[in-house]
T-cell receptor, first 118, second 116 residues
Framework: AQKVTQAQTEISVVEKEDVTLDCVYETRDTTYYLFWYKQPPSGELVFLIRRNSFDEQNEISGRYSWNFQKSTSSFNFTITASQVVDSAVYFC???????????????FGKGTKLSVKP | EAQVTQNPRYLITVTGKKLTVTCSQNMNHEYMSWYRQDPGLGLRQIYY???????DKGDVPEGYKVSRKEKRNFPLILESPSPNQTSLYFC???????????????FGAGSRLTVL
């Protein structure tokens, strides 16, 4: 069965520290997509990244980087030199190519609340 | 501006009083979906729609109804709300239904519903 696990419920760091948010997924599909979304205190959900199952290259975008490892079914998210504005709840999500006839529905993890203190 | 608009943003109601949360998108998206967010549970899908007049249940559909009569609108209906439906609700849309799972969802701002 498909599942996304974010074992870290809450993380607290001091500004400028690096922090890694873990995401482990389960799927039987060979074709799937992984996502990260950010939910700042204002409440909206903001798309950060999408990665397909055939592309294991790591991705870096500014202070953000993502490490996708199929061997461990993980898609971890690292923030380098964290800032107070990074404080948010971060969700990892999985979308399978075929899920009981409903392609593309997102399955979310429970989220990790990141607090960055000045 | 391309967006998903939900209304109302905040609502306090009483048990049994029917309510509708509207959702509208201006991006000509095929796919629309409703999620609820609860502490410790993350986001769970209620219903989704692959296109006009095509809707299906998500993971937690009990107590909810939807309709998709027009491409842009996807209202969520609570016929007889109960306190366990107190939650933060998100509507979302994406360009193509399915797309092999590649959908990037655009979310509305959320609707916080309290049922007393």
């Amino acid at each position: 069965a498909q599942k996304v696990t974010q074992a870290q419920t809450e993380i607290s760091v001091v500004e400028k520290e690096d922090v890694t948010l873990d995401c482990v997924y389960e799927t039987r599909d060979t074709t799937y997509y992984l996502f990260w979304y950010k939910q700042p205190p204002s409440g909206e959900l903001v798309f950060l990244i999408r990665r397909n199952s055939f592309d294991e290259q790591n991705e870096i975008s500014g202070r953000y980087s993502w490490n996708f490892q199929k061997s461990t079914s993980s898609f971890n998210f690292t923030i380098t030199a964290s800032q107070v504005v990074d404080s948010a709840v971060y969700f990892c999500a999985l979308s399978e190519a075929w899920r009981g006839g409903s392609q593309g529905n997102l399955i979310f993890g429970k989220g990790t609340k990141l607090s960055v203190k000045p | 501006e391309a967006q998903v608009t939900q209304n109302p943003r905040y609502l306090i109601t009483v048990t049994g009083k029917k309510l509708t949360v509207t959702c509208s998108q201006n991006m000509n998206h095929e796919y629309m979906s409703w999620y609820r967010q609860d502490p410790g549970l993350g986001l769970r899908q209620i219903y989704y729609s692959m296109n006009v007049e095509v809707t299906d249940k998500g993971d937690v559909p009990e107590g909810y109804k939807v309709s998709r009569k027009e491409k842009r609108n996807f209202p969520l209906i609570l016929e007889s709300p109960s306190p366990n439906q107190t939650s933060l609700y998100f509507c979302a849309s994406s360009l193509f239904a399915g797309a092999g799972g590649a959908n990037v969802l655009t979310f509305g701002a959320g609707s916080r519903l309290t049922v007393l």
